[in-house]
């Protein structure tokens, strides 16, 4: 069994910084790609940031130059540094690892982490 635990979230004001963490555990043999996502309250759930087992990273035209996708292998954790955030910023966010374990590979959402950007 794999769980995920996201933190990081929370109230900031607009211009402000946020990191957010997302810890995998469990029988994990091996962590391939890892997304970001978000969805905001009335829209669909969008990909912020894609890191790869290489470290190659992609982000959503909306959050470039902004946003910074991790990870830490040795420990299984991913991380998203979001700076100059914008109130259009608010919503839920979720970590989407593709995780091989004893159970095969699949990808496992966290539970969800809300960041408001409000003055």
């Known amino acids: 069994q794999v769980q995920l635990v996201e933190s990081g979230g929370g109230l900031v004001q607009p211009g402000g910084s946020l990191r957010l963490s997302c810890a995998a555990s469990?029988?994990?043999?091996?962590?391939?790609?890892v997304d970001w996502y978000r969805q905001a309250p009335g829209k669909q759930r969008e990909l912020v940031a894609t890191i790869t087992s290489g470290g190659s990273t992609n982000y959503a035209d909306s959050v470039k130059g902004r946003f910074t996708i991790s990870r830490s292998n040795a420990k299984n954790t991913f991380f998203l540094q979001m700076n100059s955030l914008k109130p259009e910023d608010t919503a839920v966010y979720y970590c989407?690892?593709?995780?091989?374990?004893?159970?095969?590979?699949?990808?496992?959402w966290g539970q969800g982490t809300q960041v408001t950007v409000s003055s």
């Open positions: 469990g029988n994990i043999f091996s962590i391939n790609a």
């Open positions: 989407n690892p593709a995780v091989t374990s004893g159970l095969g590979k699949y990808n496992y």
